[in-house]
C-alpha cells in the first residue's frame, strides 16, 4: 500500500502541483524526499514513529517507481558500488532513506529527538540515529509538538455526557464520574479518586508492566479514600490486568476494559488523574488530553512527556502533573503520592488548581500552535539556498 501512494505521489501529483515545498510522514512516504533531492524540491521528512520497512530497488521499480532516477539518494543495508549491483538484494531502508535525503527532518517532541542524537535509546536503529545526529549538527532537525484533535474539548465533546468549562468543572466532573461508575462496575462514589489508564497495554513502550507491580499495593494504601482505577485499553497485558482484579476480588475499585472511543472520551472526563509511564515517549497525546479535561498526568521524564507535563506545585501555582525520573515500580509509587497528596488537598485549591491547569492547557496543546510552529519551519526552508 505505501509503494502504491509513493507512485501516485511520485508520478502524478507532484508533476502535476510543482510544489514549492513537499511535506513527507514517517516510513510510508520515505522514498519522496529521494525524488525531491532529485528535482531540488525543499523537503520536509517528520518522524512520528521509529518504526520502519525495507524493501529492493527491484521491488520498487516492479510497482512503478523509477527508483533509478534518484537512488543515489535511497539510504541501503549495504554502502552500495553501483545501481545493477544493488537493485536485486542491497535492500533500501524506507525510514534512514527520508532522514538521509530530505533537506529538513522534525520529530513530534524536541525532547525525543535529543535523546536519539544521544543515543540514549538503544532500541533506536545505528543507522537512523546516525542520520538524525548529521541532520542535527547540520542545523536541519528540528521538534515540533503535536496537538491533540479540537473534539478533545470537555465543553463541546460529544461523547461525555456532562460537558463543562474550567470554572464549572467541580460540579460536572463529579457528575461524569458517576456516569462512567456504573456501566463499567465500578462502586458509585462521586468522592473517589479515579486514575484512568488511557494507552494501549504495550509492556515494551507503555509502562503497564510498573502498574502491574503496584496496582493492588495502590488500591490497598489508599482503600480509605474509595481509591479507583479504570483502564480503557486493549494489548498484551489486559489479561495481566484482570487476573489480578479477579485474583483479589477488587471488581468493585478497578475496571479494565476494551478500548472504546466513546468510553475513553468519558473517562478522561470522568477520572482526577492519568496514567502514562511510558519508558520512551515520540510525543504522546493523552496526557495533554487529560490536562484539557482537568484529568492531571502521572508520567515518566521522557521525550514528549517531558515537553509537555511539569511537576505540580499548588503552593506557587506552577506545573500540570506528577512526573518520576527512574523508569520502575518505585518510581510510579511515588508519583501515585503525589497525585494523592495533591488529591487530599482543601477542595478550594484543588480546584482552583484544576482550573488553571484546564486553561494552560487549553492555549498551550492546539492546532493554531502547532500550524504556526510548521509555517515558520516551511518559511525558512523556502529562504534557505538548498544543494540539490
Not at 542535527?136 to 496537538?147: D, R
Amino acid at each position: 500500500m505505501s509503494l502504491a501512494f509513493q507512485r501516485e505521489v511520485i508520478n502524478n501529483i507532484i508533476p502535476r502541483v510543482e510544489p514549492d515545498i513537499i511535506h513527507c510522514n514517517d516510513w510510508m512516504t520515505g522514498l519522496i524526499p529521494a525524488m525531491a533531492r532529485r528535482y531540488g524540491i525543499p523537503c520536509l521528512f517528520t518522524i512520528h514513529n521509529i518504526h520502519t520497512m525495507t524493501s529492493t530497488m527491484a521491488e520498487i521499480e516492479d510497482r512503478g517507481i523509477d527508483a533509478a532516477a534518484f537512488w543515489q539518494w535511497l539510504y541501503f543495508k549495504y554502502t552500495p558500488c553501483n545501481y545493477e549491483e544493488s537493485r536485486g538484494t542491497n535492500r533500501v531502508d524506507f525510514l534512514a532513506s527520508g532522514v538521509f535525503s530530505a533537506h529538513y527532518v522534525n520529530t513530534v517532541s524536541p525532547t525525543f529527538l535529543r535523546e536519539i542524537v544521544e543515543n540514549r535509546h538503544p532500541f533506536v536503529e545505528p543507522e537512523l540515529q546516525a542520520e538524525l545526529a548529521h541532520k542535527w549538527h547540520a542545523g536541519c532537525a528540528t521538534g515540533i509538538l503535536n496537538a491533540p484533535e479540537p473534539e478533545f474539548n470537555p465543553a463541546v465533546d460529544e461523547m461525555v455526557q456532562f460537558n463543562y468549562r474550567p470554572k464549572n468543572h467541580r460540579v460536572q466532573k463529579n457528575q461524569n464520574k458517576i456516569f462512567l461508575q456504573n456501566p463499567v462496575g465500578l462502586e458509585i462514589n462521586p468522592d473517589a479518586p479515579l486514575f484512568f489508564w488511557p494507552s494501549r497495554l504495550n509492556p515494551v513502550q507503555k509502562g503497564c508492566a510498573l502498574l502491574a507491580e503496584i496496582m493492588y499495593d495502590i488500591i490497598s494504601r489508599y482503600w480509605d479514600t474509595g481509591i479507583q482505577i479504570v483502564s480503557v485499553a486493549d494489548g498484551a497485558y489486559q489479561q495481566l490486568f484482570h487476573d489480578i482484579v479477579n485474583f483479589h476480588d477488587l471488581h468493585q475499585r478497578i475496571s479494565i476494559c476494551c478500548f472504546s472511543e466513546q468510553l475513553s472520551h468519558q473517562a478522561f472526563a470522568a477520572s482526577d488523574f492519568i496514567f502514562m509511564p511510558s519508558s520512551f515517549e515520540p510525543c504522546g497525546l493523552p496526557q495533554m488530553i487529560g490536562g484539557i479535561y482537568g484529568s492531571l498526568p502521572i508520567v515518566f521524564d521522557t521525550g514528549g512527556l517531558n515537553d509537555t507535563v511539569r511537576q505540580l506545585d499548588a503552593e506557587h501555582s506552577t506545573g500540570n502533573g506528577f512526573i518520576f525520573n527512574v523508569h520502575d515500580a518505585q518510581g510510579l509509587n511515588w508519583a501515585v503520592d503525589r497525585a494523592m497528596d495533591f488529591f487530599l488537598l482543601d477542595p478550594d485549591e484543588k480546584e482552583h488548581q484544576i482550573r488553571r491547569i484546564m486553561t494552560e492547557s487549553v492555549l498551550e496543546f492546539n492546532h493554531s500552535r502547532c500550524a504556526e510552529s510548521y509555517l515558520d519551519l516551511y518559511e525558512k526552508m523556502l529562504q534557505r539556498p538548498f544543494l540539490v
